[in-house]
C-alpha cells in the first residue's frame, strides 16, 4: 500500500527505495552491523531527482539513495535500460554494486528515485564476526568496481567520481583510527577489510567481472547451440 500510494504521488518517479530494519538482532554481530549504522535510512519521504544541493558529490554518491534489498521500479524503464548490469553483483567475484548502478542510471536518465520509509522491509543481517567482516569486504569492493565503471563510461563526471573516491579512502582510514583509539564500534579488522575490498575493486574489478560475463555468455550460447543441434539431429530433420 505504502508504494502505490507514492506512487499516486510521484507519478513520474522511475524507482523506488524503502526502509530497511534488522529482522534480528540475536548476535553481536548483528548488533556491531545496526551500531555502525546499518543501512543507514531515515523515517521521512525524500525525492531523489537530478541534482543533490546538499551533497556535491551526487548522484556518484548514489548509495544514499538506497539499497538492494528494498527496491522497485517501472518496468518499462527497466527495459529502457537494458536492465541490470551482469558485470555487478554476480556472486562470489562481485557480489554487489548493482543497486548503485541501476540507481545511478535512473537519475542519469532523468527519472525520480523515491525514498518511501513506508516501504519497510527486514533484513536478516549476518550472524558472526566472520560473515559480517566479509560483507565488509565486499561492500568495499563493490562500490569501487560501480565508480570505476562510472569513471570509464562517463568521463563528464569523472572529477565528481575522483572526489568521491578520495573522500571515501579517507573516510576509511579515519574510521580505522578511530576503532584503533576505541571510539569505533566496529574491529579494526573489518574496517581493514572493507579498505582491501575497496582497493581490489579499484584496481580493475569491473574489467575482471566483464570479462567473467562474456565468457558466461559465450558458454551458454554455445550450449544452447549444441542441444539444439542435438535435438534436431534426434528428430530426424
Aim: aromatic share 12%.
Amino acid at each position: 500500500m505504502a508504494l502505490y500510494a507514492s506512487w499516486t504521488v510521484h507519478p513520474d518517479a522511475g524507482a523506488w527505495t524503502g526502509q530497511v530494519l534488522p529482522y534480528e538482532l540475536e548476535t553481536e554481530a548483528q548488533v556491531l552491523f545496526e551500531q555502525r549504522g546499518g543501512f543507514r535510512r531515515e523515517f521521512e519521504p525524500v525525492r531523489f531527482g537530478s541534482v543533490l544541493a546538499s551533497n556535491p558529490l551526487y548522484p556518484s554518491s548514489i548509495g544514499i539513495c538506497g539499497t538492494g534489498c528494498n527496491m522497485a521500479f517501472r518496468r518499462d524503464l527497466l527495459l529502457k535500460l537494458n536492465g541490470f548490469d551482469e558485470s555487478l553483483d554476480t556472486g562470489k567475484p562481485l557480489p554487489g554494486g548493482g543497486d548503485h548502478d541501476i540507481f545511478y542510471r535512473v537519475i542519469r536518465a532523468n527519472y525520480p528515485l523515491i525514498y518511501e520509509p513506508g516501504c519497510l522491509v527486514f533484513h536478516q543481517h549476518r550472524r558472526t564476526h566472520t560473515q559480517l567482516q566479509h560483507q565488509y569486504w565486499t561492500w568495499g569492493l563493490a562500490i569501487m568496481a560501480f565508480l570505476s565503471k562510472c569513471y570509464q563510461q562517463h568521463p563528464e563526471t569523472r572529477s565528481q567520481v575522483r572526489a568521491l573516491i578520495k573522500w571515501w579512502f579517507w573516510d576509511e582510514l579515519r574510521q580505522v583510527i578511530a576503532s584503533s583509539l576505541g571510539k569505533h564500534p566496529l574491529p579494526v579488522r573489518m574496517l581493514l577489510a572493507e579498505l582491501w575490498g575497496g582497493v581490489q575493486g579499484l584496481c580493475g574489478e569491473y574489467e575482471r567481472s566483464q570479462a567473467r560475463s562474456a565468457q558466461i555468455r559465450q558458454q551458454h550460447a554455445l550450449e544452447t547451440t549444441m542441444k539444439t543441434t542435438l535435438e534436431t539431429s534426434s528428430t530426424g530433420v
